[in-house]
């Protein structure tokens, strides 16, 4: 009888652990492979996450700091529709007003609007912050003065006895206009992709 197709036991074993250990390299690769996968997913996702919050948080600073650019239109000096000090030349001089209507609203209800339902209080820098306090600190002396006085109307302009109040209130609304400025380029060169 001839047995020569059937293989000594040293050769099947042979066989049998050669494809176990190609069966078991074969597996470790594919675990190795995807747990690396998992590894890189894992951190890729958790830059992107990281990524989207900072841009987020970069996109309501800009946010907040256009709400406080409309708010300067009260703060200018000048003719314009909110401007809350106004000027005429008198004998070569200048003579300041203060728009009691525009004081009033800018006070009561624009600073409110901005800083609260705007949320721009939030994402403010303490510069700005600061600064906007600061010109609505030396404003209210102004308008407590007249709040009660019945002969102030909204539309009234009341003559500023002091023109170094108006003067103080003018380089204030320099220092806020420039701020803001420099603050919001600063905010868009970080929102650039880099």
């Given at each position: 009888m001839d047995l020569s197709w059937f293989s000594s036991p040293s050769d099947s074993w042979a066989t049998i652990s050669s494809s176990l250990i190609t069966g078991v390299?074969?597996?470790?690769?594919?675990a190795i492979a995807a747990y690396l996968t998992y590894i890189y997913t894992r951190d890729?996702?958790?830059?992107?996450?990281?990524?989207?919050?900072?841009v987020d948080r970069l996109k309501r600073?800009?946010?907040a700091l256009?709400?406080?650019?409309?708010?300067?239109?009260?703060?200018?000096?000048?003719?314009?529709?909110?401007?809350?000090?106004?000027w005429r030349k008198r004998k070569?001089?200048?003579?300041?007003?203060m728009h009691f209507g525009?004081?009033?609203?800018?006070?009561?209800?624009?600073?409110?609007?901005?800083?609260?339902k705007k949320h721009a209080g939030l994402y403010l820098s303490n510069?700005?912050?600061?600064?906007?306090?600061?010109?609505?600190?030396?404003?209210?002396?102004?308008?407590?003065?007249?709040?009660?006085?019945?002969?102030?109307?909204?539309d009234s302009l009341i003559g500023m006895e002091n023109p170094e109040l108006a003067e103080e209130l003018s380089s204030m609304y320099?220092?806020?206009?420039?701020?803001?400025?420099?603050?919001?380029?600063?905010?868009?060169?970080?929102?650039?992709?880099?």
């Amino acid at each position: 009888m001839d047995l020569s197709w059937f293989s000594s036991p040293s050769d099947s074993w042979a066989t049998i652990s050669s494809s176990l250990i190609t069966g078991v390299a074969t597996f470790l690769s594919v675990a190795i492979a995807a747990y690396l996968t998992y590894i890189y997913t894992r951190d890729h996702s958790h830059a992107v996450h990281n990524t989207s919050i900072r841009v987020d948080r970069l996109k309501r600073n800009v946010e907040a700091l256009e709400h406080m650019w409309e708010a300067l239109s009260y703060t200018s000096i000048g003719e314009g529709e909110n401007a809350m000090i106004r000027w005429r030349k008198r004998k070569g001089t200048k003579v300041y007003f203060m728009h009691f209507g525009n004081l009033k609203a800018f006070l009561t209800q624009e600073m409110s609007e901005v800083f609260y339902k705007k949320h721009a209080g939030l994402y403010l820098s303490n510069n700005i912050r600061d600064q906007f306090f600061a010109y609505r600190r030396v404003l209210m002396g102004f308008y407590l003065r007249y709040e009660k006085d019945e002969n102030v109307a909204d539309d009234s302009l009341i003559g500023m006895e002091n023109p170094e109040l108006a003067e103080e209130l003018s380089s204030m609304y320099d220092g806020l206009n420039n701020d803001l400025k420099v603050e919001l380029n600063k905010l868009y060169g970080e929102l650039l992709i880099k």
